[in-house]
């Protein structure tokens, strides 16, 4: 079993950053990929951010975000942040994060809310 805490959420004018962070525990070793995804009121979930563990930390990002946001892994290597710059307000949603385990288990966070106003 693997525990997923976000932190970092928050309200942030068009052009600012933020940094989530999503802390595991329990089996984490266990642990295939993390990513982060988003869902905006209304619409469906979506994926911003992968970070493959097994794969000598590989990353993927959307399009949309590609150039503006990193995925990374801290170095305890039990942590996943995703640093977000030059926030948009088509980037306001909810995020979770996800680990997806060894045997296809899928483990979420308990979603950050990111609101990006003026």
């Known amino acids: 079993q693997v525990q997923l805490v976000e932190s970092g959420g928050g309200l942030v004018q068009p052009g600012g950053s933020l940094r989530l962070s999503c802390a595991a525990s329990g089996s984490i070793f266990s642990i295939n990929a993390m990513g982060w995804y988003r869902q905006a009121p209304g619409k469906q979930r979506e994926l911003v951010a992968t970070?493959?563990?097994?794969?000598?930390?590989?990353?993927n990002y959307a399009e949309s975000v590609e150039g503006r946001f990193t995925i990374s892994r801290g170095n305890a290597k039990n942590t996943v942040y995703l640093q977000m710059n030059n926030l948009q307000p088509a980037d306001t949603a909810v995020y979770y994060c996800r680990a997806e385990g060894r045997l296809g288990q899928n483990y979420w966070g308990q979603g950050s809310q990111v609101t990006v106003s003026s």
């Open positions: 970070i493959f563990i097994s794969s000598g930390d590989i990353t």
